[in-house]
């Protein structure tokens, strides 16, 4: 199964699937690793993982429907597209053309709190339980089938940094897990649901 990652800076939910295929938990290869940003870590931890990467500065792009054409150009062969801390919004087009096989991961139990902020917004409103979500993509934001999430306590002192650095640790978990299910082909979804077949 290849696999695609596409981010935007520092890249430790692409390292956690890294380590998971090294580890030999994850049997895909990750055939590339796109950014949108020039001398971002996570350029870094492709190369030094022997894996190909490449930038595809969206600076030098004047519409997104160029710049995903550049992306897709080394789609072609991929079987799962995996958005890693990628802060860019997709089209409705590249969406479509990868249903079912576009995955993302949030730093907050959906549907609470989607957005570019959600540790920020979950301390302002005050929940005592926050989280992360690895789900499908659809056109919205943050809205497709969720796969599995994983739940951390909101402790009355957190801050942004500390309580992002707990749910990290939980991401590292379940994105590596959801795409094991899914390379396992044990993923059907079925309208908004996601059923993991045993
Ligand atoms: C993660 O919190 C992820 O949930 C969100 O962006 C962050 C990316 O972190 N989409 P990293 O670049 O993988 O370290």
Do not use: W
């Amino acid at each position: 199964m290849k696999l695609a990652i596409l981010c935007s800076g520092r890249g430790s939910d692409l390292q956690s699937i890294i380590d998971s295929i090294q580890r030999g938990e994850l049997q895909a290869e990750i055939e590339v690793v796109i950014t949108d940003k020039p001398n971002v870590q996570a350029l870094d931890r492709a190369a030094k993982a022997g894996i190909k990467n490449i930038c595809v500065d969206r600076k030098n792009f004047s519409s997104r429907e160029d710049f995903e054409k550049e992306i897709l150009k080394n789609l072609s062969e991929i079987d799962l597209v995996i958005l890693a801390g990628f802060m860019r919004i997709l089209s409705p087009e590249f969406v479509k053309k990868f249903s079912g096989r576009l995955m993302n991961i949030h730093p907050s139990l959906l549907p609470s709190f989607p957005g570019a902020h959600a540790h920020r917004d979950v301390l302002a409103y005050g929940v005592k339980v926050s989280g992360c979500t690895v789900h499908f993509v659809d056109e919205g934001t943050d809205s497709g089938p969720i796969i599995l999430q994983s739940a951390v306590e909101v402790l009355d002192d957190d801050t942004e940094e500390t309580l992002s650095a707990r749910v990290l640790e939980q991401e590292h978990k379940i994105y590596p897990q959801a795409i094991k299910l899914f390379v396992e082909g044990k993923l059907k979804i079925e309208g908004r649901k996601v059923k993991i077949l045993n």
